[in-house]
């Protein structure tokens, strides 16, 4: 019995290492593979894929990310030439493949992990390390916004107190060259148990005279901050966390405010502040 077991074992173990080489098979820049018209076959690149050509009608690709679907159409497999193509791939860091196809109906490996070539498009790798470059900008940006919004004074003072919990809103400010609106909002918790905050939605709504009319239709917006700064979690009793959200300017129709809601997570405790639609009109620079 324990013999069997042993080799049970032993044929489990081997199967999932056959398995994950073929899930992880490398594939380098000039392997040929096999392309089936039952079966998809995928290729995993380092970096987002921005150009595909399939030298074939009879081979179909797309993509998802850094990963390549391929697939034959099933047409015309009399024909040898319907069965061979090449494919061109380039990703995100300007990488250059090109891959030998052909067709197989049950080809033995579906996966690949394409290897890192040499071989590079300049245009394509000049957009990568432009874009990274910028993203590291924007967030250098967002950092120091964040920074310069919790050392400056406040401009309001805006609050709602529920359920040993205190939420105010004590800074409005406006970034001119950004185009950003900063809000900074303090929670204060004097309850004895310990604050875990589930979300916090921005979102527009009517003033309440106009709520109040039957045959007013209105649709609210959710405001996404496009950064937020602070901790926002564990507000344990006594303790006051400050945090920043960062938006892209927006404004709000004469018959709106913005309301800020908090909910606790795992909880029933919310609090939440209405902020006039003048409020954020007459920010304070920063």
Excluded: W
């Amino acid at each position: 019995m324990k013999k069997h077991i042993v080799l049970f074992l032993l044929f489990f173990i081997c199967s999932q290492v056959s398995f994950a080489q073929e899930i992880l098979e490398p594939l380098s820049q000039r392997q040929a593979i096999e392309v089936s018209d039952v079966k998809t076959t995928h290729i995993i690149f380092d970096e987002k894929i921005k150009y595909v050509d399939v030298g074939s009608v009879y081979f179909v690709a797309d993509t998802i990310g850094n990963m390549l679907k391929l697939k034959h159409t099933g047409e015309e497999l009399e024909d040898l030439k319907s069965q061979q193509a090449n494919l061109t791939v380039i990703n995100g860091k300007g990488s250059y493949y090109s891959i030998d196809m052909g067709y197989n109906r049950n080809p033995d490996i579906t996966t690949y992990k394409a290897v890192e070539t040499l071989t590079t498009i300049d245009y394509f790798a000049k957009q990568s390390i432009y874009k990274i470059e910028k993203e590291e900008r924007t967030e250098q940006d967002f950092q120091e916004l964040c920074m310069l919004s919790e050392s400056a004074h406040s401009t309001v003072k805006i609050k709602d107190t529920q359920d040993g919990l205190n939420l105010t809103l004590n800074g409005i400010y406006y970034r001119n060259f950004q185009n950003k609106i900063v809000l900074r909002v303090e929670i204060y918790n004097t309850s004895k148990i310990t604050l875990d905050i589930d979300q916090i939605l921005f979102r527009s709504k009517l003033k309440k005279n106009n709520a109040a009319k039957k045959d007013y239709v209105y649709q609210e917006r959710i405001l996404t901050p496009v950064k937020s700064c602070g901790e926002q979690r564990n507000i344990k009793l006594g303790e006051t966390r400050v945090l920043t959200f960062i938006f892209d300017k927006f404004t709000l129709n004469e018959d709106e405010i913005l309301s800020l809601e908090v909910g606790e997570h795992a909880g029933g405790r919310s609090v939440n502040i209405r902020i006039p639609r003048k409020k954020l009109l007459f920010p304070e620079y920063i």
